[in-house]
């Protein structure tokens, strides 16, 4: 063995050994961990044949905290904060997605009132998690422009959520049984203001990126994944819509009170970056229609269920609890046994999903399509290594 | 593709940059947006929620309501908060009964570098002592510097509200 | 569709339960033998169903492998995921891996391994993924007197297929809790997976 081989860490090895015999030559790189386009601290070795990928394989963990292990130290209540840690675009979700599981698995009746409000502040929230998305793909793609617009009109919404939950990015806000604050006046007021504002937005968004020639140079046609290979991955969200599917947890498995809503699945066959990018865009419309029509039904009534439990000890038993995340499915699977900590409790994360299907989906793309192609995976590397 | 179909590409693409640019061009004319942090700051910070503190009392107005009772060092899932009780001989005793003791809070130390801003301790505290704090914009160099006793806070902002007074 | 009860119609299945969706999430759980894992699978992958998740419970038996699937195009009141569990012993914990199938339990699987040190036999590629290379604890395996027999965990749920196989020994450890479930209530919810095919 040459000294070549003796560079690199344990992954790099492992990739050299699998490499054919007869592409020895082939250079092999890496791209992050620290590499602008990955969003954190995602690390993707490649192969290269001249500017063709032949071979990738994304290395994660950098980021890893073991929740699961913290979940099974620490009570019920006392996991709550570590689900806006898990994905900080949409951590609404993942509040919802725990605070759903315990709520099941107890029984706890949530009352109407609250569930509105989550539906509300849970899409303003993902209303903020694709903005996000929107302009740091189109900053990976060197549009730098769009992302001035897309914070801006995230910030609108972040003060809004920072009106009633008092965070801005790592909310806690869901209780066992309600949430925590009542929204206010002010807060409805300016989130109707802020419907509007989305709905003049989104047009200009059109005009400015969507039609705009080099962005579709860049994403049509690219990556292109097939349905039944979204399905043999388990990919969810954005990722599978853009694939055709339409799959949405709000609809496949209602939850709350999406069943009384009036909002569509966008959903495009093309499985490209661009046909992901659209549903994204698409589905910010969709939740502003939610957010509008869940204010219009907004009943009076209590926040927080009266007789919400202080201390939470499930009956032994198992819930797995699944919710629509800004990237997909998020489920939480608890097994409880009876005491004040779960026995075991796993977080299912969807880019944890999306991102597995890159190295099949990356074989055989220019490199500069790759970051393309990352991209509009939408990947938050945090709820990837959890 | 031939000739024609470049053409028509060409001008499809200065086409699509041409409406991009008015986008552009007409955000150019509108008013600023961002806030030079330093020089500027934003106003909303009151409904932000800063760090954990002591609220003035409404039964104890020189200091905290807090009847010491731990309740929010139990449930602070980063074990950020640590009680100091002084435990005191009641005053005037009767001469029958045996001296009650009385416990009084002498300081809760709080690590704001391992609060998760998460609200349990404000919600599990039976008399409301404590609350998120409108102090936003705190930058320190030290770590230490961020841990602090929230019954000296207190009583320095109840004495800065006197003499302003 | 076929109702997620019958799919594994034919497999030598040692257990199944019906669940009750509005408690536990699921429809049905089946316990395998690790020889019919992968026909299940395939049979799951023909039907049309995609991977959730695969994990693992440390259990006082031994470590079950746990693997939830569910279906894209399910009735509206009728969801679908099926809970596949499989268990393997402390000593040499292996288990045939289904990445091939499903090609998204490869990851899955390869957590699984650091989180329990389950080895997942003619895996491609497996290697640690989240934790390092050079750590080689599995930090969610409970110490011993931790451990709680997986048993006592099934009472929610009602057995439809006789119970039996090497590893899950149901008869007498099972059938107990859910004589003692059946309230009216349990009752009326076990023929819900009927009522809920008639609406749809
Ligand atoms: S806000 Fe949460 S983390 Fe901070 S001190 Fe209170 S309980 Fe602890
Ligand atoms: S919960 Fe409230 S009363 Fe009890 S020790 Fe903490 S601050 Fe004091």
């Known amino acids: 063995m040459t000294t070549e081989t003796l560079c690199g860490d344990f992954y790099t090895h492992c990739f050299q050994a699998e490499q054919d015999k007869e592409h020895e030559g082939r250079l092999i790189i890496n791209m992050g961990p620290q590499h602008p386009s990955t969003h954190g601290v995602l690390r993707v070795i490649v192969e290269m044949e001249g500017e063709y990928i032949s071979r990738a394989e994304p290395v994660i963990g950098y980021l890893h905290r073991m929740h699961e292990k913290m979940g099974e130290i620490k009570t019920y209540h006392q996991y709550m904060p570590n689900m806006g840690r898990v994905d900080y675009l949409h951590a609404l979700a993942w509040n919802w997605a725990y605070i759903g599981a315990v709520e099941k698995l107890c029984q706890i009746e949530v009352p109407r009132r609250a569930e509105f409000i989550r539906v509300i502040t849970c899409e303003m929230n993902r209303i903020c998690s694709h903005l996000v998305w929107w302009g740091a793909y189109l900053l990976d793609l060197g549009a730098f422009t769009p992302i001035m617009y897309s914070f801006d009109d995230r910030e609108q919404a972040v003060d809004l959520l920072q009106m009633i939950t008092g965070s801005r990015l790592t909310y806690c806000y869901y209780r066992f049984g309600g949430v925590r604050t009542d929204i206010n006046d002010a807060f409805i007021a300016g989130t109707r203001d802020f419907c509007k504002l989305m709905k003049s937005r989104l047009p200009m968004y059109k005009d400015l990126v969507t039609d705009n020639y080099i962005l579709r140079k860049r994403c049509e046609e690219i990556g292109v994944l097939p349905l039944e290979m979204a399905r043999r991955y388990g990919a969810t969200g954005p990722v599978l819509r853009g694939s055709g599917q339409k799959y949405d947890v709000r609809r496949a498995e209602p939850y709350s009170v999406y069943p009384e809503l009036d909002f569509e699945i966008p959903a495009f066959p093309e499985g490209d970056a661009m046909a992901r990018y659209r549903v994204r865009v698409a589905e910010m419309e969709q939740s502003v229609r939610i957010i509008e029509q869940s204010l219009n039904m907004l009943p009076q009534g209590d926040f927080m269920a009266p007789k919400s439990p202080k201390r939470i000890k499930p009956p032994k038993g198992d819930v797995y609890f699944a919710v629509e995340g800004a990237r997909g499915k998020i489920g939480v699977y608890i097994i409880s046994d009876g005491s004040s900590t779960p026995y075991r409790l796993k977080l299912r994360s969807p880019s944890y999903s999306n991102l597995s299907l890159f190295a099949e989906l990356a074989k055989g793309t220019l490199l500069a399509d790759a970051v393309s192609i990352l991209g509009s995976l939408d990947l938050v590397i945090p709820e990837i290594d959890r | ?165 | 569709m076929k109702t997620s009860e019958n799919l594994l119609e034919g497999l030598d299945i040692c257990a199944q339960t019906r669940c009750r969706y509005e408690q536990c999430g699921c429809v049905t759980a089946v316990f395998l033998d690790q020889v019919q894992l992968r026909a299940a699978a395939s049979r799951l992958f023909e039907a049309g169903y995609h991977i959730e998740d695969v994990t693992g419970v440390d259990f006082a038996e031994g470590i079950e492998v746990i693997y939830h699937f569910d279906h894209f195009d399910h009735p509206v009141d009728y969801p679908a995921r099926v809970t596949l569990r499989v268990l393997t012993d402390h000593e040499s914990p292996e288990v045939p891996t289904i990445s091939d199938i499903f090609s998204g339990a490869g990851w899955h699987e390869r957590e699984c391994f650091d989180f329990f040190g389950v080895t997942f036999s003619d895996h491609p590629q497996f290697r640690p993924l989240l934790l390092p290379a050079e750590f080689d604890q599995h930090p969610l395996l409970k110490p011993e007197k931790n451990r709680e027999s997986l048993y006592a965990f099934l009472g929610a749920c009602e057995p439809v297929k006789p119970v039996k196989g090497e590893r899950y020994h149901f008869e007498a450890s099972v059938e107990a809790p859910v004589e003692a479930q059946k309230t009216p209530e349990a009752l009326a919810s076990s023929d819900t997976g009927q009522s809920r095919s008639e609406k749809a």
């Open chain 2, 1 to 165: 593709m031939n000739l024609l179909g470049e053409i028509r590409e060409a001008i499809k693409g200065f086409y699509s940059l041409a409406v991009g640019m008015g986008v552009t061009g007409k955000y150019f004319f509108r008013p600023e947006v961002t806030v030079h942090y330093p020089r500027k700051t934003v106003d909303n910070v009151s409904t932000y929620s800063g760090h954990v503190e002591l609220q003035p009392g409404k039964k104890n107005p020189d200091g905290a309501d807090c009847i010491v009772c731990g309740t929010c060092v139990r449930n602070c899932p980063s074990g950020c908060l640590t009680l100091e009780v002084l435990e005191l001989m009641e005053e005037n005793p009767d001469l029958e009964k045996k001296p009650k003791k009385i416990k009084k809070l002498k300081a809760l130390i709080y690590d704001y570098s391992y609060c998760s801003l998460c609200g349990q301790c404000i919600e599990n505290c039976p008399v409301t002592a404590l609350g998120f704090s409108q102090h936003v914009y705190w930058a320190e160099f030290d770590r230490k510097a961020i841990k602090m006793d929230l019954v000296a806070r207190l009583k320095d902002q109840l004495n800065a509200k006197k003499e302003a007074m």
